[in-house]
């Protein structure tokens, strides 16, 4: 089990924690593998697939500005007992206890040259509202994350105070996004296989990539096993049967 002396005062005081080489680098190669058959369409994605950038116009033609797939678990199913589910689920259980449980998964790819920032957000934006709000997003880098491809920034505490008004960002609505600056805020490059841990409600954005190289990462989010029950039961499922963004602010 990973050693977490002091990271759980840390999240509770930051709403974020960085955690070293989740995966190694052998297992890294295998999930890309697995994000190269979902990107190049060999494995169809279908609705689960999306520009989360297309509230800007295309900066390359053909090319999603930010590739998104819901639910990388359902085209994939052996996601769901390999190495970073896995070590993720064992982490958030020591750090908010044993009845966390996999709510959903995403693929985000930030292509070379996309230069699309994702906006300042936080994630309870997106989500319903509910009586025990634990949940932590795993943010795992399979490309080394930088500050030129786009690399995680956080607002320290932010999690601790009321939500922000989140508005539709650009025309076509591809994402939330609420005020927010890098000056409020602390990046944290990472190596390939390190990741993050956030709090639903810390606010936090990247840049985009102006690199010649991809910015590939897997985001897997875990909430206590009662909450993604009354989820379902209200019928949210973060897009598993619809794919539609939602604003509750």
């Given amino acids: 089990m990973m050693e977490l002396a002091g990271k759980g005062l840390d999240l509770e005081r930051d709403g974020y924690i960085a955690v070293a080489d989740l995966l190694t680098a052998q297992e890294v190669a295998w999930y890309l593998e697995c994000y190269g058959e979902i990107l190049s369409g060999e494995i169809e994605a279908g609705q689960w697939r999306s520009d989360l950038g297309s509230g800007e116009p295309l900066k390359q033609a053909g090319v999603e500005n930010i590739t998104q797939v819901m639910w990388p678990s ?30 959903f998964d995403m693929l985000i790819d930030k292509a070379p040259g996309t230069e699309t920032p994702t906006p300042f957000h936080q994630d309870m934006a997106y989500w319903i509202d509910l009586p025990d709000r634990r949940a932590l ?113």
Wanted: aromatic share 6%; hydrophobic share 35%.
């Fill in 74 to 103: 359902e085209l994939i199913p052996e996601l769901l007992t390999s190495p970073a589910h896995v070590r993720a689920l064992e982490i958030v259980r020591q750090l908010l206890g044993d009845d966390m449980a996999f709510d």
């Fill in 137 to 249: 997003s795993c943010w795992l880098a399979l490309d080394e994350a930088t500050l030129d491809n786009g690399c995680m920034w956080f607002a320290p505490g932010s999690h601790r105070l009321p939500l922000r008004k989140h508005r539709w960002h650009g025309k076509s609505g591809g994402a939330l996004e609420c005020d927010g600056s890098e000056a409020e805020c602390v990046c944290v490059p990472l190596k390939p296989g390190s990741c993050t841990f956030h709090n639903g409600g810390v606010v936090h954005y990247s840049r985009g990539n102006s690199t010649a190289g991809h910015r590939r990462a897997l985001i897997i989010n875990f909430r206590p096993e009662a909450m993604i029950r009354l989820e379902r039961e209200r019928g949210f499922d973060h897009g598993k049967t619809r794919n539609v963004r939602e604003n509750r602010t």
